[in-house]
């Protein structure tokens, strides 16, 4: 999705900018661009990636103090150097940076064609430019502040901004509508980005924007105020991100990194919450709105692609130990299809960055419906959190690979703890359940490292069937969410065709996919489908699939069934979830890398989905 940077002060801009929107690159984007202050301004940009667009600058002019710089993500028109942002206004007295979608800009636009503006791209952006001008020349007594406010408050729908004046080149104002902007606090300088990532390495003194709340931002002041002209007390929070947890770390990829992190990912997850020696699983983050959540007469569990999953796995698991009825919806869905929502109903919103569009629209929904809404999220501050009554981070650290991996594990491992902590609260797991229960999930960690052990030989299986067109992967349980989650995994990072099925679902339709090139992912490992689920292998052999069956250490049975087995150790049932879903992550990105695919940014995605 977009990203945003910016920088005022007194250094040079261009490499704070550049350096920023790298940073920035793991969000998914097609074209960069930046814009330079130094009395006049100059603007540069193009399709493809930022460095694309250092080379297109190369010795061209680069000094100044001021600037903001911007990666696209197409929404309105293809990806091109004239879509591409910075937009500057049809006369030059505005250029504009823009994350989000404005929704009445075809409205907008056909008022200013009527003006007599005209345009050079297709964007939404270019509109608000142009609205931004149109309101200052028409009447003098206007100023630039005012100008930009006026014409926020005809905006509908999202935009986070960064808007420089012709008028007055030592100013820089921000503002922010549903698309998320920090702003750095420097001594006598100021740093923008769309999240914290570009800023860390400069400043830990940070003001989150919120909503309808613009910044008039000169070097050594800024001025915080609503669109409604109110003016506001800036409240300046450090934040807790270094910026050696947002680097490699000697990884040919973010995602493998992400993927080998999981057992310290989930260690932080689970320090404070979970003591073996306490005998005890609590949530402080729940605390407030226990009373609400231990009358609850139903669950509803929203989010969007991996954080969709965990929900899954979520409602297998609370229906199990907390005995509350649960329901799982795509955010999408849910926002658009008028749900019966009641005032005793709890409503858990998932997802990793916290800005997913339609999972914020949702919860925004569930509010208003009287419902109380829990956040599971993973980036602190962000948008979820401030929106929902309690919630629990996920503590999972910064993800940066496009395809989510510690953090849908750190979300399951939350989904674990809650079930335990609200089956004890509500007087539904019993003590002997939840003491094994506590010591199973302390293992979780250990198991993980063990699974990780066994990456070259899950690399020979994955290098093996790098080149089939189609893949199946199938589930019982709690674990055909993790089938759904190794075939997303799959599919996104190789563009490999890949389902996952419930595996007793095979039979109603997608067996007759099966022939000898037909790779088949087995979730099979010792639980209380296990006979069934043998009986599912043996119906893809019959048929000459090839089955790569993860199994429990020293399964003998499918062993001799299967032509690849991949041993987890033996471990609880409901730690399943959290150990399956390993050897999937590492088999889709070693697929991917011997396909050539970009697996930390693959093609159309995006990090934060910020857009419906
Ligand atoms: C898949 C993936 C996406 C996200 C989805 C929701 O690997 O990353 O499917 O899970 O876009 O994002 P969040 O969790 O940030 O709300």
């Excluded at 250092?54 to 879509?83: C, L």
């Excluded at 506001?232 to 270094?242: A, W």
């Excluded at 009825?325 to 008028?338: D, I, L, T």
Aim: hydrophobic share 40%; proline share 3%; aromatic share 6%.
């Amino acid at each position: 999705m977009c990203g945003i940077v910016g920088y005022i002060g007194h250094k040079e801009a261009y490499p704070i900018l550049i350096n920023g929107l790298k940073r920035l690159e793991y969000r998914g984007y097609d074209s960069a661009g930046i814009a330079l202050i130094n009395g006049e301004t100059r603007t540069y940009k193009c399709k493809g990636k930022v460095s694309d667009l250092e080379s297109f600058i190369g010795n061209q002019n680069i000094k100044g103090n001021i600037g903001m710089g911007h990666t696209r993500w197409a929404t309105h028109g293809e990806p091109n150097d004239v879509n591409a942002h910075p937009h500057i206004s049809l006369n030059g007295h505005f250029t504009v940076i823009h994350n989000g979608i404005i929704e009445n800009y075809d409205v907008l636009k056909k008022d200013l064609i009527k003006n007599g503006y005209t345009f050079k791209s297709e964007t939404d952006t270019e509109v608000l430019a142009n609205l931004i001008e149109y309101i200052y020349l028409k009447d003098e007594s206007v100023t630039v502040e005012m100008a930009v406010r006026l014409a926020l408050t005809k905006v509908i729908g999202a935009y986070g901004i960064l808007v420089a004046a012709k008028e007055d080149t030592n100013m820089l104002i921000a503002a922010r509508k549903g698309s998320p902007l920090v702003i750095g606090v420097g001594d006598g300088e100021y740093f923008f980005a769309s999240d914290a990532t570009p800023i860390v390495e400069h400043t830990k003194s940070v003001i989150y924007l919120d909503d309808d709340h613009m910044a008039i931002v000169e070097r050594n002041s800024l001025t915080l105020k609503t669109i409604q002209n109110d003016v506001l007390e800036p409240e300046v929070t450090q934040i807790d991100l270094d910026i050696e947890s947002i680097e490699k770390g000697g990884y040919e990829h973010f995602m493998l990194k992400e993927i080998f992190e999981q057992p310290n990912a989930i260690k932080d997850t689970f320090r404070g919450r979970v003591s073996e020696r306490n005998k005890r699983i609590y949530l402080g983050g729940l605390h407030q709105a226990l009373p609400k959540i231990n009358n609850a007469k139903r669950m509803i569990i929203i989010g969007c692609g991996t954080s969709w999953h965990a929900g899954l796995v979520g409602e297998y698991l609370l229906e199990e130990y907390a005995r509350i009825p649960v329901e799982v919806e795509y955010a999408s869905e849910f926002r658009y299809r008028n749900p019966i929502i009641n005032e005793d109903d709890v409503v858990i919103a998932i997802s990793q960055s916290g800005e997913t569009a339609d999972t914020l629209a949702a919860i925004k929904l569930a509010k208003e419906k009287g419902a109380t809404v829990i956040g599971i999220c993973n980036v602190v501050g962000s948008s979820i959190p401030r929106e929902t009554h309690a919630g629990v981070y996920t503590h999972a650290g910064p993800e940066i690979g496009v395809a989510s991996t510690k953090a849908f594990t750190a979300q399951v491992a939350v989904l674990t703890m809650m079930s335990l902590m609200l089956g004890k609260e509500r007087g539904n797991t019993n003590d002997d359940i939840y003491l094994q229960m506590i010591k199973a999930i302390s293992s979780v960690p250990d198991y993980i490292t063990k699974i990780l052990e066994q990456n070259e030989k899950i690399q020979e299986i994955a290098l093996k069937y790098k080149d089939a067109s189609n893949f199946l992967y199938l589930g019982r349980g709690v674990l055909f969410p993790v089938a759904l989650e190794g075939a997303l995994k799959l599919k996104e990072i190789s563009y490999i065709h890949a389902e996952g099925y419930p595996a007793a679902e095979m039979k109603h339709g997608p067996i007759a996919l099966i022939d000898d090139k037909m790779p088949v992912v087995v979730i099979a490992t010792k639980d209380k489908s296990y006979e069934k689920i043998v009986s599912n292998i043996q119906e893809v052999k019959a048929r000459k699939g090839v089955v790569i069956a993860i199994v429990t250490e020293g399964d003998h049975v499918i062993k001799h069934l299967a032509d690849h087995v991949i041993e987890i150790p033996d471990h609880h049932e409901a730690i399943a979830p959290l150990l399956t879903v390993i050897p999937l992550q590492l088999m889709s990105y070693y697929i991917a890398v011997a396909r050539g695919c970009n697996v930390d940014q693959p093609r159309n995605l995006a990090k934060s989905v910020t857009v419906e």
